[in-house]
């Protein structure tokens, strides 16, 4: 499976959540939404970039994906997938959009996450994981800034018992 199928896989089977909140400026806008699965998403768009955040159990990723992302499958931990776009899908430049994130599982304060880049084909992604062990919620802040626009996507996973 290549890369873009597998993104493009995953943006399909993640949904929004629930408690988000969002932040925009004049010159870009941020949505988040949710649905009672409890999958989180939220995306903005920053001077013609659109920038889409999207959370999975670990656990759910297939083995394709987990070894191409270097991601373990085992344990408690969530994936973040933020995949950057123009507006028509194509791939920018590494550099074109400036992204910082954060993340807590509940009631810990909110910490700088490390985001890893994953160039492939020309698009450009960036990955991260959160250890946490259901039942947990964990909120996400990603900031994001072109040039003088930003954006700030806020929002929550809530991972349930199995």
Not at 6 to 29: M, R
Not at 67 to 86: C, H, K, M, P, Q
Request: with cysteine; aromatic share 4%; proline share 5%.
């Amino acid at each position: 499976m290549s890369t873009r199928h597998f993104i493009a896989a995953a943006v399909l089977v993640l949904a929004s959540c629930s408690n988000n909140t969002v932040s925009h400026d004049a010159q870009a806008s941020a949505t988040a939404s949710g649905n009672a699965a409890g999958n989180a998403s939220a995306e903005a768009t920053v001077d013609g970039v659109v920038i889409h955040a999207s959370t999975i159990l670990s656990s759910d990723l297939n083995d394709i994906s987990a070894r191409r992302y270097g991601i373990s499958r085992e344990g408690n931990a969530l994936f973040l997938l933020v995949t950057v776009r123009d507006d028509h899908g194509n791939g920018v430049p590494v550099d074109a959009v400036q992204l910082t994130a954060q993340s807590s599982v509940l009631p810990d304060a909110p910490a700088p996450l490390p985001l890893r880049t994953i160039t492939t084909d020309g698009m450009t992604d960036y990955i991260a994981t959160v250890a946490a062990k259901p039942p947990a919620s964990v909120q996400f802040k990603i900031d994001a800034r072109k040039g003088g626009a930003n954006a700030t996507m806020a929002f929550t996973r809530d991972l349930l018992p199995r």
